[in-house]
């Protein structure tokens, strides 16, 4: 295939992800990952999909590339971290895991900048871990994020 049939080919199949119903989303999805996300939001799965169709056709981002995306993304966000200087910078979709009296817990960074938990939304990763512990912690910690206490249990 000439370098401009296969540029055409990944360009229709981009083009064509809108326009196809959940369950062919979901289908592709299970082709190219292996698992599937934790939310089924639809602009989330196609954005995925697309980078991921376009990844395998031309190869990933230079590294060089990734980190100046990341840092304009940090740089120009709307979603700034909230509390006392947090340094915390977590992207939207990022998936918090922590295991915690013998239960796995997932908290997922929304768009707006909250983080959910079981389709609860909380404004801090404290509130989440409180939230899981029952207990006061640094959310950061508590996920790993920080050094401290926050050892596994």
């Known amino acids: 295939m000439t370098h401009t049939a296969m540029n055409d080919s990944i360009s229709a199949q981009v083009a064509a992800l809108p326009g196809l119903p959940m369950k062919d989303l979901w289908a592709l999805w299970d082709a190219h990952f292996p698992r599937r996300p934790a939310h089924t ?6 954005s995925r999909l697309a980078y991921r169709l376009q ?8 590294a060089g590339v990734r980190r100046y995306l990341v840092e304009r993304g940090a740089q120009f966000s709307k979603i700034k ?3 006392r200087g947090t340094e915390c910078h977590l ?3 990022t ?8 239960r796995e817990y997932r908290v997922t960074v929304t768009a707006d900048g909250l983080y959910e938990l079981n389709g609860q939304r909380f404004k801090s990763l404290s509130a989440a871990a409180r939230h899981i512990t029952g207990t006061q912690w640094s959310g950061p910690k ?3 994020l920080k050094p401290g206490k926050g050892g596994k249990r």
């Open 142 to 144: 508590f996920f790993g």
């Open 91 to 93: 992207m939207p979709g």
């Open 55 to 62: 990844e395998q056709a031309y190869g990933p981002l230079p």
């Open 81 to 83: 971290p909230a509390g």
């Open 41 to 46: 939001n639809r602009h989330y799965v196609e």
């Open 95 to 102: 998936v918090l895991v922590r295991e915690w009296d013998e």
